[in-house]
Every structure is written in structure tokens, then in C-alpha cells.
């Protein structure tokens, strides 16, 4: 009895919360009237066996995960709000918690009754993992929204596995239990060092230390890698080994085990102690033609002569003069990786379209060919023929 007591000294709060529905209202009083004579009934019946387990129901929650399309005042006036009170909540939301909107795909709104009839008497906006805020009937009616805590838990996960027979790295790294996100930044971090369509063979072994982020014991995300070992079968390198390190500046990088940059193909590209003397700018004024005209990529000053290593193994797809880059090659790496070294003054020997070069060797020479105002070297990394930042594969 007390407990549908309760019931009903809610539901009085929730005619304030929500007075257009009366109609449900009365029809929970009625229920929760008839529901209290039914747990008498059962306390005789059952003379306090079994039967009074059932007691009052027990409180309900429902949970929307936000689609394209919906608006905050949709989802809860779909949960019975009246018009009014959803226009006041998310009037609260934006002033109290500075929260204008409810996106797709990234939030969630749990709804919270003290039974499944009840009106809803608590919200949960979970927007994005890491936000809560929670909106709560207060006894007066009135909704108040406070941002909560969101206690999360950061794990160090080691996981390993062996390509099989057959197999490939995305699927054997999914398979021993790596969330999918934490394999492609593996296979980004070693895109340089291995050719994942080509140099995978079986028995090849690798290791991953990764943070795993949970929350109310659920894993959110995969985070970020923190070491990985990755056996080569190309050459006589052995295991492959990156640990992440954070700077005190707050810039991270990933480490050989002896504290050299691990991503050696980019480190030692293009030239050791060449200094920067254009970044890359999507809206760079040109210096010879005068007009803004985006610079692809980085400038090395260097005299004229220097020699020009290659950035990683690769394949030269081109060897050519043109007006803009004057003498240039155009190196195809592993998994969408391209580079390109322009301005050259000559060619090495022996380098020519379907050369396959080493990682460190030389490919050319510093000039000034084509629209260049003196000697440098201008060098631009392409990921699936998309022209990217270098220094943000570069430490410069
Ligand atoms: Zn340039």
C-alpha cells in the first residue's frame, strides 16, 4: 500500500509537470487505485508469499537515440510533454547548460518514469559520450537542469595476434578484439613502413597497447594507440616498434624504442637540416605568378646540389619536366601514399618511371627549375591524390 501510495503522490507532481494530459493522468490515478486494491487482494491471497514480491511496478526508462530530422521539442512531446513544457525545457537547456540543439547520430535522451504509465519525471541528454545532463521534475513542477559528471574510466588494453593463413590485418586485427578504429590508426601509423595489401603474410605478428574509455562500465571508445609492434617479413628491419610520447608542450609523437622519430621514412624525408621556408597554405599568393594559388606542400631551403632522398619505398610513377615544378618525381608508396620532390636541378642516374627506389635513397638533386624563385626543394605528401599538410607527418 505505501508503495502505490507513492505512485499516486507523484503523479500529482507530474499534473503540475504536464497538465494538458489529463486524460493518462487520471488513467494512471485509476490504475495505480485499482493496482493497490489488487496488492491488498494479493496480501490476502498469497498471505505474504510469493505474490507480494510484485509490489508497485517498477520504474521505467526509455531511450531515444537522436535521428536526422528530430528536434528536441519532437522527441519530447512524442513522450507525452505538453508543448509548453517542451518549450520551456529546452529554453532552460540553452540558457543553464548552453546546449541550443540535440544532434544526430551523437545524442541520446533517456526519459525516466516511476512506472511505465507515469508521466516522465527525469531526462538524461547524453550528448556525445563525455556530456549528461539531466532535468529533473522538482516537486513544484517546475524542471531544473544541472550538467552531471560523466565518470569514465581509461584502460590500457593489450591485444595481439598472428595473420593466418590468407588473412589480412584489418580483419585479423578485428578478430583478436581490436575496436575498428584503433586498427585504422594503426594501419595509418604504419602506412609507410608496410604495404597492408601487399606485405601481409601469414604468421606475421604484431602487439597493440591502446586506451579504452568506458563509462558506467560500457566501453565508449577505443582511444588512443599507445605501442604497437608489428612484425616485417619485407626485409631484415624485424619487428616494426612505435611508442607514443607526449612533449611537455603538449605535441605528441610516435618513438622508436632508441627515441627516433618511428615514422623514419617521413623523419629523414626530405633533407636532414633543411630548414622551412614555405609552409604548406591552401591560400598562398604565389611568388612568381603573383595570383593566390594554393602551395601543396612544404619548401626546404637547400643549395642547389643537395642531395634529395626519397621519403619511403616506393615505386617512381613520375620523372618529368613541367612549367611548374620544373624537374619533379612523383614517388607511389604503400596504401595511398604519394610524394612528390619538385624544382630538382637534375635527375639521379638509374631513376626513371617503374623504378623501385629504397627508402633513403637519393632520387635527384636541389635546383631551381620551373616557378621557382631560387634553389629549395618543394616536397608534398598525397594521400589517395589529395595534396596534405607534411607537418603533420613531418617534425617541422
Ligand atoms: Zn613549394
Given amino acids: 500500500m505505501e508503495k502505490a501510495k507513492t505512485n499516486i503522490d507523484k503523479n500529482n507532481c507530474d499534473v503540475v509537470c504536464a497538465p494538458a494530459n489529463r486524460t493518462a493522468i487520471i488513467a494512471v490515478v485509476v490504475a495505480s487505485i485499482l493496482l493497490s486494491v489488487l496488492l491488498i487482494a494479493g496480501g490476502v491471497i498469497f498471505f ?4 507480494m514480491v510484485a509490489a508497485a511496478p517498477p520504474p521505467h526508462e526509455t531511450v531515444v537515440a ?28 540553452k540558457s543553464d547548460c548552453g546546449v541550443s540543439g540535440i544532434r544526430a547520430g551523437a545524442d541520446r535522451l533517456t526519459f525516466k518514469r516511476a512506472n511505465e504509465e507515469a508521466p516522465v519525471d527525469k531526462i538524461v541528454l547524453a550528448s556525445g559520450p563525455w556530456k549528461r545532463i ?9 524542471w531544473s537542469a544541472a550538467e552531471v559528471s560523466v565518470e569514465k574510466s581509461t584502460y590500457l588494453v593489450r591485444k595481439s595476434g598472428k595473420i593466418p593463413a590468407g588473412g589480412v590485418f584489418s580483419q585479423t586485427g578485428i578478430d583478436a578484439g581490436i575496436p575498428i578504429g584503433v586498427v585504422y590508426e594503426i594501419i595509418n601509423l604504419l602506412a609507410f613502413e608496410i604495404d597492408f595489401e601487399r606485405d601481409i603474410q601469414p604468421g606475421q605478428e604484431f602487439v597493440v597497447l591502446y586506451e ?7 566501453t565508449i571508445d577505443g ?8 612484425d616485417t617479413h619485407l626485409d631484415r ?18 618513438y622508436d624504442f632508441e627515441g627516433k622519430g618511428a615514422i623514419k621514412s617521413l623523419k629523414r624525408t626530405p633533407i636532414d637540416g633543411a630548414s622551412v621556408s614555405s609552409k604548406f597554405n ?48 612523383r614517388i607511389r608508396h604503400a596504401n595511398g601514399f ?14 626513371n618511371v617503374g623504378t623501385t627506389v629504397a627508402q633513403g635513397q637519393i632520387i635527384g638533386f636541389v635546383g631551381s627549375t620551373g616557378l621557382s624563385t631560387g634553389p629549395h626543394l618543394h616536397f608534398e605528401i598525397r594521400i589517395n591524390n589529395v595534396a596534405v599538410n607534411p607537418a603533420n607527418y613531418l617534425p617541422i
Fill in 134 to 142: 539531466e532535468m529533473t521534475c522538482g516537486a513544484d513542477g517546475k
Fill in 212 to 218: 579504452e574509455n568506458m563509462i558506467d562500465g560500457r
Fill in 237 to 254: 628491419r624485424g619487428k616494426l616498434e612505435m611508442y607514443r610520447f607526449e612533449k611537455p608542450d603538449g605535441k605528441f609523437g610516435f
Fill in 48 to 51: 505474504g508469499g510469493r505474490g
Fill in 223 to 230: 582511444g588512443r594507440v599507445i605501442f604497437v609492434s608489428f
Fill in 338 to 351: 604519394e610524394t612528390v620532390y619538385a624544382h630538382m636541378s637534375r635527375f639521379q642516374k638509374g631513376i
Fill in 66 to 93: 537522436v535521428q536526422s530530422g528530430d528536434t528536441l521539442s519532437k522527441l519530447l512531446t512524442e513522450q507525452n510533454l505538453t508543448k509548453g513544457d517542451a518549450n520551456a525545457i529546452a529554453a532552460m537547456l
Fill in 282 to 329: 591552401p591560400n598562398r599568393k604565389h611568388p612568381v605568378l603573383g595570383f593566390t594559388r594554393a602551395h601543396k606542400g612544404v619548401d626546404f631551403r637547400a643549395a642547389t646540389g643537395t642531395p634529395i632522398p626519397s621519403a619511403g619505398a616506393g615505386r617512381v610513377v613520375k620523372r618529368e619536366f613541367n612549367s611548374g615544378y620544373g624537374n619533379f618525381v
